[in-house]
T-cell receptor, first 114, second 115 residues
Framework: NAGVTQTPKFQVLKTGQSMTLQCAQD?????MYWYRQDPGMGLRLIYYSASEGTTDKGEVPNGYNVSRLNKREFSLRLESAAPSQTSVYFCASSEALGASDTIYFGEGSWLTVV | QKEVEQNSGPLSVPEGAIASLNCTYSDRGSQSFFWYRQYSGKSPELIMSIYSNGDKEDGRFTAQLNKASQYVSLLIRDSQPSDSATYLC???????????????FGKGTKLSVKP
């Protein structure tokens, strides 16, 4: 059972380049999330999608765009990468947006912007 | 004041001891509280959730919540080297019916269990 799958796992970008992080879940979950994790900063929510067709900003959305392609897939795009976007990115999903629903995380994508 | 605060550690305990991890939060309206474990280089995984004042036990883990003091803790009994990880406290600002999009994480406490 794959759960939440993210690609790529590692990526090095030059400043100004663009890229898309892909995420797919096979748990038939309605809600999906993108977090970033920086040393000493904890996990911070970038964007989330309550259900197919909806997206909302989280705590740190600037410099990112998202697409909920279908129920399974939620992508994160960096249009013009900056060194400040060097981070570990986690995609996650939950059955619904309710506070009691467990969030399941993907394995993470390590992004370095030089 | 940070919304969710944890000591960064590292917290070092001997094998077999009780590890006590603490977390405070600033929003009195918060009603859902979670503890995640994250091994180095891995993704977070949920180990406990608690919604009511008091204690909640699951195996060697006990979560404690005191809403009046805005304090949540995690006790790990009979600590094992395999418990060595970073423990993240997470708080949902709006509780039941609220959005997981409002889940706020602390920075985590690194626990080291020495054999």
């Amino acid at each position: 059972n794959a759960g939440v799958t993210q690609t790529p796992k590692f990526q090095v970008l030059k400043t100004g380049q663009s890229m898309t992080l892909q995420c797919a879940q096979d748990m038939n979950h309605n809600s999906m999330y993108w977090y970033r994790q920086d040393p000493g900063m904890g996990l911070r929510l970038i964007y989330y999608s309550a259900s197919e067709g909806t997206t909302d900003k989280g705590e740190v959305p600037n410099g990112y765009n998202v697409s909920r392609l279908n129920k399974r897939e939620f992508s994160l795009r960096l249009e013009s990468a900056a060194p400040s976007q060097t981070s570990v990115y986690f995609c996650a999903s939950s059955e619904a947006l309710g506070a009691s629903d467990t969030i399941y995380f993907g394995e993470g994508s390590w992004l370095t912007v030089v | 004041q940070k919304e969710v605060e944890q000591n960064s550690g590292p917290l070092s305990v001997p094998e077999g001891a009780i590890a006590s991890l603490n977390c405070t939060y600033s929003d009195r309206g918060s009603q859902s509280f979670f503890w995640y474990r994250q091994y180095s280089g891995k993704s977070p995984e949920l180990i406990m959730s608690i919604y009511s004042n008091g204690d909640k036990e699951d195996g060697r883990f006990t979560a404690q919540l005191n809403k009046a003091s805005q304090y949540v803790s995690l006790l790990i009994r009979d600590s094992q080297p395999s418990d060595s990880a970073t423990y993240l406290c997470a708080v949902n600002k709006y509780g039941y019916g609220g959005s997981q999009g409002n889940l706020i994480f602390g920075k985590g406490t690194k626990l080291s269990v020495k054999p």
